[in-house]
């Protein structure tokens, strides 16, 4: 079992940069692979990054690769979201889960999630 805590969303202008975090309880947390996903009001979850268990491999969706980075530090039990010159559309709220067996895209197929934190990006 994995329990995810996300933290650091909050307000941000438009080409602002935020980091967010996501804290992972439980002893297996090194053998999970990590995505990130997020919704936007009155839209579906979509998919974001995604970091391999030893942070070899990481995947982007085509709207945030070359801006956002994901990280992940076993030792702490964390997995980190930066985020640069973010832009009004990138509102919405973020979610970490977490995959035993599966690295990639696919929302379905991660087990564990989080409760989501809130980014809000101003023009």
């Known amino acids: 079992q994995v329990q995810l805590v996300e933290s650091g969303g909050g307000l941000v202008q438009a080409g602002g940069s935020l980091r967010l975090s996501c804290a992972a309880s439980?002893?297996?947390?090194?053998?999970?692979?990590i995505g990130w996903f997020r919704q936007a009001a009155g839209k579906e979850r979509e998919f974001v990054a995604c970091?391999?268990?030893?942070?070899?491999?990481?995947l982007y969706s085509d709207s945030v690769a070359g801006r956002f980075t994901i990280s992940r530090d076993n030792s702490k039990n964390t997995v980190h979201l930066q985020m640069n010159s973010l832009k009004p559309e990138d509102t919405a709220v973020y979610y970490c889960?977490?995959?035993?067996?599966?690295?990639?895209?696919?929302?379905?197929?991660?087990?564990?999630w989080g409760q989501g934190t809130l980014v809000t990006v101003s023009e």
């Open positions: 889960a977490a995959a035993r067996n599966y690295y990639g895209a696919a929302l379905r197929q991660f087990e564990y």
């Open positions: 439980g002893r297996t947390f090194s053998s999970h692979n």
């Open positions: 970091i391999s268990r030893i942070g070899s491999n990481l």
